[in-house]
């Protein structure tokens, strides 16, 4: 079944799902130019009710009653993996944790439950133990993998900002977070069968030959630029493991599934708590020379790199906040634009308490964040036309009216594991800084900065750095990765680093996800039975590689694969990524009750309100919340040129607030007093009494 914008409403459910089996949305109405993806059945028989921590059933929380968080990581133990959620109640906000978004359904998109699936794991023990050749041999090391197939080559892209990699950073870390792998330092935790969830244990990693760390006195490396090039054990591949004749492992993932700005709030009530000021609705702030930064981190010596006291070490919503200086810089965007809106509201509507000033701008936040990431972000990523094809755009002035309760709205493994993170590849090594004019007078190495935001604070760096990533090209999608992330991530001043594709590989490795081969199958495409089957989609010398790094076609990792094919015109990702990033944004838009454009009755906004966050953009969120950044192109993630070129902010559509103003009597008889300033941009000038 094919349903395309053209001839048809936006694709909805028409199975008879009950609320006793897991809410697999099956992907029919997938259609862009390029290929069809076949109806498909979802492999998920109906008694795999607990295999996604138990939606719907309840016993395993029944059974094996939930720990304490704080023994979460702290080594090898059982926890329930359904969460404790409910009954729920009717509110106009959304939770921090993502419960009872889906009033039939609650847990789902919860925060630290299972990612869902598309094909089924393929551990090579059936549980838990990561895929082995299917001739039986041992799969090549990832780091070799990496080191052959994705080398550093600099190719800028032609049309696109830096700041659209970013952002897709920023789109990730709302999205998804695999349980206890933040910054490659943590070990993992995944739900067995049986809705049992495992944390385990450090030293399941063999310290002896870690795939992705490159020693820095490595001989090979010194040689081949390879590394450490032994198959070693993994995190799941571990002898305390889930008992044999369970369901297979499912891997947790620990921030809200929905695109909630998760990320700048929390996903957990205590850390959401932690970051509010408790009053005006703000969110807390370090003032510095009058300008906002996030607070402080309590625990600078474990989140950062290199940190004396005195440097910065932020407290977000989500832990990752440091990873970078650029995704930082975003990070403190998104905070600052919460405390303007609230401060907007508090003037509109003086009666509103701190609560009601918080919700209220948390949720406008949050719309703005999916406007940029559906109407502005996604079509570049995607393609216009498969966005609009597949109900993740409209062009509308109206509602959408597209949530449908029986899409499972979690983030999925193939998705975060493998076809994400395909968008490494649009990394720049240098991160320019630009001034007002647009010259650029020095670049920051990126592997000087990770975990270590100090940078930003300094001088003016943190407008340069926010113009620069505007300015800038990102790297070209394709098969080259920039070596600050192959060689030198995390390097923590040590001369080499670690491999964020061998990581990326290795990690799709532990969470079993099936072959490249099966996501081309998956996604209708054909499967190749020799290496040369493979010249369809991937140009004949990687096509090399592959037959030298792996026995059989069927070997070859979706990660892998999937990373080589050549771009879709009009997007930028090859054909497998696209299929599968394109059911995920369709799966998070239409399974999320709280979509901005939805036109939901109790929760949503009115139109009037939705047409003013349609307004948004990323270079809006520039203008209000830089330091003294006075002018950007209007489509920021696109390179300036004279279609685009840079404009003074005040000619930057920007959201009005005055559809949020609860119209007392008494502010009635002042509007009529204060008329809107001519020339001021649309938002309304605070009422003084
Ligand atoms: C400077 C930029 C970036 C750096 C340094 C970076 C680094 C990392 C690191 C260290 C991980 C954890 C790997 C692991 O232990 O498995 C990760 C995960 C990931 N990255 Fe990136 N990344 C960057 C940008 C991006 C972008 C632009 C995207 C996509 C648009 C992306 C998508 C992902 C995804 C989907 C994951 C997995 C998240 C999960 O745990 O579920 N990353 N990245
Ligand atoms: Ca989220």
Redesign the pocket.
Known sequence: MYVTKTNAAPRKETENMTTSKPFLHTPKGYDSSHFRLPNFQSFYGSDFSSFFGGHGSGSASAQFPSFPANNFFGGTGFFSCTPQVGPCTKSKYRSIDGSCNNLNNPNLGVANTP?GRLLPPKYSDGVQAPPVSVTGHKLTSPRQISAVLFPDAKAPDPRWTLAL?????I???D?????G????KAHATRCCGQGLRQALPEHSRNPACFPIDIPNHDPVYSKAGIGCMEFVRTNNDVSQGCNSGQKPAEQI??VTHYLDSSNVYGSSQQVADSIREFQGGRLRVELKYGRQFPPSNNNKSAICDHVSESEACYLAGDV?VN??P??TVFQILQLREHNRLARELARLNPHWDDERLYQEARKIAIAEHQAVTYNEWLPL?LGQETTQRNGLTYNTQDFTYDYNEQVDPS?L?D???A??????T???GFLRLYDEHRSSFSALR?SDH?NRPQIIEEGNNFDDLARGMHTQPQEASDKFFTK??TLF??RNGRPLG?D?RA??I??ARDHGLASYNDYRHYCGLPRAHTFDDFGDLIDPESVQKLASLYHHPDDVEFTVGGSLEAIVPGALVGPTFLCILTEQFYRTRSGDRFFFENGQKDTGFTLEQVNEIRRGSISRLICDNADDVKSMQPRGFEQISHTNPVVPCSLIPAPSLEPWREHSQAQQTAQIAVQPQEGTQSFTLPFFK
């Open positions: 990612y990699m970013q952002y897709g950073q789109i990730t870390h999205m998804s977070l695999a349980a792998t933040t910054q490659g993932t620990a990752r990873q970078n650029q995704l990523i983030v493994n998705h975060a594991t076809a994400f993170r395909f968008f490494h649009n990394i720049a990126l990770f600050e992330i991530l995390f670690q964020l990581i990326d290795q990690r």
